[in-house]
């Protein structure tokens, strides 16, 4: 076993089979004591299995890296998300619930709204006349209206709010609920569901099929949730169902000031009072920071005071604060700040070199990075910016034929990417969708197309279509493909005009793609998640297999995206109002929710933090508006 401190050590050889609620602060050593109590258990039962959730692929991933070495470490713990759990329980056991086989999972916001459409449509609503207005103003709020609709579908969801909960939510909005119905009838028509589905059904799984549940509880006998702060109403019934009567070994870890997803409906009350009301556990409070040095444990402690403690042998580390007349000023002051750190080469606080791996630019949103980016860019300071574990759309030709081809695959019935891919190829649509042989068809329809490159499209439609979905090889596919697209290059000569560099652009494109899928099978197959393509494609979905952005040079990220981990060197830009706090943030709850973001953000630091803000902004419209700075910085100062 790993060093541990006394109390750290108190939590991991805890008697077992009790439940434990574990208050960790940030840098305190949370993983380091779930992952050693895991290993305790496992080394201290014959058979027991363990699941433990987390909340990313990445964290996930890392806990069961820690455990490897672990005696049958495979067959006994179960370490992943909370959705991916729930999902594999749905592809095993949906059918008892009326599901349907092979469930697709609709990713993307624009495809779920495409579904809402459609049920609106189903229901003799004319939703197209009602966005066809020329008054683009008007169009925006009537399409905030109908995304409003769709907010209030994952509320229902995450929330599991009933039909009479729903009323007296939604007062105004008498038939949400028979709208609420409406969407799900055409998810299942249409041989899908949406990623709040996942948890929702699982859970009724387990709810309404004890027997199904008691395989889960024979085998795992043991569960510990990660960052468990950040659960929902349906996560938190999802865990309850899952442990039942006879799962008392529960261990939840989490730190109240760290609850930052209050957006997915997360609170903390499941973690500090509902979790105390059904387990009854025992508490462990852990405030020791290993992580930090002094002058970041203070900065923390002015936001959230005595949520630190100081380690005694603790580094001093640095502090500073800087305002600036704009954001041009303060990305520059930025970008000279990082030169002068790597011309230091080293220090005493630093281990190793001072490099822009050991450093990260932290901003409240995307939008703050602007100035930022064309700075990094003019000073030749490569950057990387971190993104959350969702893949991204297909940009080319072909990365959208191939990934709209396996979902039609897999699914006859998805109308919503079987017209998208009727679109892209100007193929003809079927009369009604769910029967076999579309891929086949669109295929011989391609031999006289007059679309560029229609051969290629015309093999890959046909190459999916006789993929093996049990077994797909797609190993061979990839190199199929791959030789298919460099012909085109070499068949095909291109010239210097902007036709021909957009051409280049888009087989280089195509490439990339080919090879980021074949990556992307590559991880499915390394992680053991499965054989089929069905497999496969929700793994994608889940974000499982996506990977962690790589490459020299700094990073750049969001609060959000940048939580649970940590950099030596921490700039914290564009701290003004309205910006961190959020403009939305309009009622105590939320700007708790914002505070808790500054903490997470500056408790990423392990050695110095810088924070800065401008005291002008430009806005997108092109108008300079006065900034103030940031509520949050102000405490820090005081």
Not at 18 to 28: D, F, I, K, T
Not at 452 to 462: C, I, M, Q, R, T
Not at 607 to 632: A, C, E, K
Request: some cysteine.
């Amino acid at each position: 076993m790993i060093n541990l401190s006394t109390k750290q050590e108190e939590i991991v050889k805890a008697p077992i089979g009790n439940p434990m609620q574990v208050l960790a602060s940030a840098g305190s050593g949370k993983t380091r004591v779930l992952t050693e109590r895991i290993r305790f258990i496992l080394s201290n039962t014959k058979k027991d299995g363990v699941i433990a959730l987390t909340f990313t692929n990445k964290a996930a991933e890392e806990m069961h890296n820690r455990l490897i070495e672990c005696d049958d470490i495979e067959g006994r713990a179960w370490v992943a998300t909370v959705h991916s759990v729930a999902q594999r329980i749905l592809e095993q056991y949906g059918h008892t619930i009326g599901l349907p086989n092979d469930l697709h999972i609709y990713d993307r916001d624009k495809d779920r709204m495409e579904v809402f459409l459609q049920s609106l449509r189903d229901e003799g609503v004319d939703i197209d006349e009602y966005l066809n207005i020329e008054d683009t103003k008007e169009q925006r709020n009537r399409e905030r209206n109908l995304q409003r609709y769709m907010d209030g579908f994952s509320q229902i969801k995450r929330e599991m709010l009933s039909e009479e909960e729903i009323g007296s939510r939604y007062p105004d909005t008498p038939t949400l609920w028979k709208v609420f119905q409406d969407y799900q009838h055409a998810l299942i028509n249409s041989g899908g569901i949406d990623y709040d589905d996942i948890l929702v059904y699982a859970h009724k799984v387990l709810l309404t099929h004890e027997w199904i549940a008691n395989v889960y509880r024979a085998k795992y006998k043991h569960v510990c949730v990660d960052e468990a702060q950040d659960l929902n109403r349906a996560q938190y019934e999802f865990i309850k169902v899952l442990c039942g009567e006879s799962i008392t070994s529960l261990l939840m870890v989490g730190d109240p000031n760290q609850m930052i997803y209050g957006f997915n409906g997360s609170s903390t009350d499941f973690l500090c009072k509902e979790f105390i009301h059904d387990f009854s556990p025992t508490a462990y409070t852990l405030k020791e920071n290993f992580r930090s040095t002094k002058a970041v444990i203070r900065a923390a402690n002015k936001l959230k005071p005595n949520s630190q403690n100081e380690h005694e042998f603790a580094l001093d580390g640095g502090l500073a604060i800087e305002e600036f007349q704009d954001e041009e000023s303060e990305a520059m002051w930025i970008c000279s700040t990082i030169k002068h750190l790597l011309d230091m080469k080293q220090h005493a606080e630093i281990e190793g070199n001072i490099s822009l791996e050991k450093m990260v630019i932290i901003g409240r949103n995307r939008f703050v990075f602007q100035n930022l980016e064309e700075q990094l860019r003019k000073e030749s300071i490569s950057y990387t910016m971190r993104k959350g574990e969702r893949s991204s759309e297909s940009a080319s030709l072909f990365g959208k034929t191939l990934d709209y081809g396996i979902r039609i695959k897999l699914n006859p019935k998805d109308w919503v990417d079987g017209k998208k891919l009727c679109k892209l190829l100007k193929l003809k649509a079927p009369e009604s969708w769910g029967g076999g042989g579309l891929l086949a068809t669109w295929s011989n329809q391609l031999m006289t197309s007059t679309i560029p490159n229609a051969e290629l499209f015309k093999d890959v439609l046909s190459a999916i279509d006789e993929l093996d979905s049990s077994t797909p090889n797609i190993r061979k596919f990839v190199r199929d493909m791959e030789s298919k697209l460099k012909a085109i290059a070499e068949q095909d000569p291109l010239d210097n005009s902007d036709n021909g560099n957009s051409r280049v652009e888009e087989l280089k494109r195509s490439i990339d793609e080919l090879a980021e899928f074949g990556a992307c099978w590559t991880r499915f197959k390394r992680k053991a998640l499965g054989d089929s393509l069905s497999a496969f494609r929700n793994a994608m979905a889940l974000g499982q297999l996506t990977e962690e952005a790589s490459g020299d040079g700094i990073t750049l990220s969001t609060v959000h995206t940048m939580k649970g981990l940590e950099k030596d060197i921490v700039f914290l830009m564009g701290m003004c109002e309205g910006v961190f706090p959020d403009y939305r943030a309009n009622t105590n709850k939320k700007i708790e929710e914002e505070k808790n973001s500054a903490f997470v953000a500056v408790t990423r630091a392990k050695r110095w933090l810088y924070i800065t803000n401008p005291r002008i902004r430009v806005m997108p419209w092109g108008d300079s508006r006065s900034q103030q700075r940031s509520r949050f910085v102000t405490e820090i100062l005081k």
